[in-house]
């Protein structure tokens, strides 16, 4: 059996994006937790209305334009942005797919430098689909019919077209596929991808997971639930699972991108190895 080792990080959070600045969050105890306003819709109705959004995001900022860029979801682009950012901390260079090897920059479709792009593959948890777009198209189906949806919205909606997209902009020809087991998809992805290398399918496995729900339906979904935080006046103090008076959970977004490597392949490029890993586990006691 293979030895499966961690050799990137790529956090993309509401409290920093990148290694270094998401790790300085957490050290100083920086949150982000705030009342939120869905547009158009009467917030009233919302017995919650804390979360922790990421403020400010701009795919462009980090991996470029593209034709492509405008149609993709949220989910989608904080998982782009986090197999970007975890394949520069694993030491893995980028360059332009084609003929020639210029750097990987505005937009371009990339290749992973001295790597085979057979032996790479993407398996990520994503706990919803892509609903700040199926929200937005489901609205104008209903308003405009078929013709107020766009051709763009099915291919980047459904659950697996997250490592699709992330597969074809990195040309990763391996595994590729979504799984969905609600709060516990980025951990099966995870363990998927161990079992993946250990056996001997893939030499470097792009994991993790990534979910952008902080959208009127689900958010609303989980508010009739009572299972948010009501701490609308303390946002910053709604977020307290520990705590004697929690009332609920506060819900985020963003993304959480490793990169697996069969540890041979990692020591042969000269990877610094974060740990290994050598088991899991799986319940059923919800």
């Given at each position: 059996m293979n030895r499966v080792v961690i050799t990137g990080l790529g956090p993309v959070t509401p409290v920093g994006i990148g290694r270094?600045?998401?790790?300085?969050?957490?050290?100083?105890?920086?949150?982000?937790?705030?009342?939120?306003?869905?547009?158009?819709?009467?917030?009233?109705?919302?017995?919650?209305?804390?979360?922790?959004?990421?403020?400010?995001?701009?795919?462009?900022?980090?991996?470029g334009k593209s034709k492509h860029s405008k149609h993709l979801g949220r989910t989608s682009q904080f998982a782009i942005v986090g197999t970007m950012l975890a394949l520069q901390d694993a030491g893995i260079l980028l360059e332009k797919k084609g003929l020639t090897d210029d750097p990987c920059v505005d937009g371009a479709e990339c290749k992973l430098q001295g790597i085979d792009p057979f032996r790479v593959g993407v398996i990520l948890g994503i706990g919803a689909e892509a609903m700040d777009l199926m929200e937005y198209y489901h609205e104008r189906f209903l308003s405009k019919g078929p013709r107020g949806v766009s051709p763009f919205a099915l291919p980047n909606v459904y659950l697996s077209s997250t490592p699709s997209l992330i597969a074809k902009r990195f040309s990763m020809g391996g595994t590729s596929y979504a799984l969905c087991t609600a709060c516990a998809s980025a951990t099966h992805a995870m363990i998927n991808s161990f079992l993946q290398i250990q056996r001997g399918g893939e030499d470097l496995i792009i994991t993790g997971g990534a979910d952008a729900c902080i959208t009127p339906y689900v958010f609303g979904a989980f508010d009739v639930m009572r299972a948010m935080s009501t701490r609308n006046d303390e946002p910053e103090k709604a977020c307290r699972p520990f705590?004697?008076?929690?009332?609920?959970?506060?819900?985020?977004?963003?993304?959480g991108i490793l990169v697996f490597e069969e540890l041979e392949h990692a020591r042969k490029r000269g990877?610094?190895?974060?740990?290994?890993?050598?088991?899991?586990?799986m319940t059923a006691d919800a």
């Open positions: 270094e600045t998401y790790w300085n969050s957490l050290i100083q105890g920086k949150a982000s937790f705030r009342n939120v306003e869905f547009e158009n819709r009467d917030m009233s109705q919302y017995r919650s209305r804390v979360a922790a959004p990421i403020g400010g995001f701009d795919l462009s900022y980090y991996v705590d004697r008076q929690r009332d609920g959970f506060v819900m985020g977004e963003g993304a990877a610094h190895v974060y740990g290994e890993i050598i088991g899991f586990g």
